[in-house]
């Protein structure tokens, strides 16, 4: 099954991509939060209840699945072919940072090239979608409170991650990345250890990894996330970039107004945007 959160004539809602249409959990329920709809408990119900389309996908304008207050941790250099982990080795403990919501497009809309970079970086990635409140998780009991999965380019302005001794700023630009198209649930996903992300900048191909590449698990990630914080429903806990970004390269070829950037991972789907300048 896959979630989406979508903007409709009257409103914003969230719905169940069937085919080529969305059913609207959110006129069906009209109580019931995005944040309630991802208890893996509930998702047999919301299945049951749509029963055909209630709209055309190209008749509504997806939103990023991702509710106002939810928290958007990412976790760095979690790739060996990461340029810092090739130069520092191995690290000791996951490297965790924020997002803000603000700093994400949906699928379909432009991400933004900030008026004051020209390096704006992209990176594929992994994210896990929380689905039940956890604190203090153990690794073998931790994905099941992951709702499901989806696509994030977790878009960076590299100069700006620069400018002092933390990288918040280069990584929380408005529109300098973008999640989506939807979230697929857990049960569609066999195993998130085993799948291929690959990056492509107007088709031409920049990254491609697997995640059984990654130095710490999914499981590994929440369970340390989880003993500082709450995980709630909501959430998103991003798992870092297999390499072969802009910043990678030896001439950087950075995103440009006009391009297109697509990251694809097989089966959640593809995160598709184009780029304009602020």
């Given amino acids: 099954m896959k979630l989406t959160r979508f903007r409709r004539p009257g409103g914003a809602s969230f719905g169940i991509v069937l085919g080529d249409g969305v059913a609207d959990l959110g006129r069906r329920f009209p109580s019931l939060s995005w944040e309630e709809a991802l208890d893996p408990e509930r998702l047999d119900a919301l299945a049951a209840a749509a029963r055909g389309a209630d709209y055309a996908l190209d008749e509504v304008e997806f939103a990023v699945p991702i509710g106002p207050a939810a928290k958007v941790l990412c976790i760095g250099r979690n790739y060996g072919k990461y340029h810092e982990v090739k130069a520092e080795g191995r690290p000791k403990w996951p490297s965790v940072f924020a997002r803000f919501v603000s700093s994400f497009a949906a699928h379909g809309e432009a991400i933004v090239r900030p ?120 959430d998103i806990v991003a798992t870092g970039s297999p390499g072969g970004s802009a910043v990678d390269e030896a001439a950087p070829r950075w995103l440009s107004p006009g391009q297109t950037i697509e990251v694809e991972i097989r089966p959640i789907g593809v995160l598709r945007n184009p780029v304009v300048a602020e």
């Fill in 115 to 234: 008026a004051v970079s020209e390096q704006l970086d992209y990176e594929g990635e992994l994210c896990a979608v929380i689905g039940r409140r956890a604190r203090h998780l153990r690794e073998d009991r931790a994905l099941l409170h992951v709702a499901g999965y989806t696509v994030m380019n977790e878009g960076s302005v590299r100069d700006w991650q620069r400018y002092g001794s933390q990288n918040c700023p280069g990584k929380n630009f408005w529109r300098s990345g973008a999640v989506g198209p939807w979230v697929a649930t857990r049960d569609e996903i066999a195993d998130p250890g085993a799948l291929t992300i690959e990056t492509r900048v107007d088709g031409e191909t920049r990254q491609r990894g697997e995640t059984r590449e990654m130095l710490f698990s999914l499981a590994e990630i929440l369970c340390h996330v989880s003993r500082f914080t709450w995980l709630e429903p909501g």
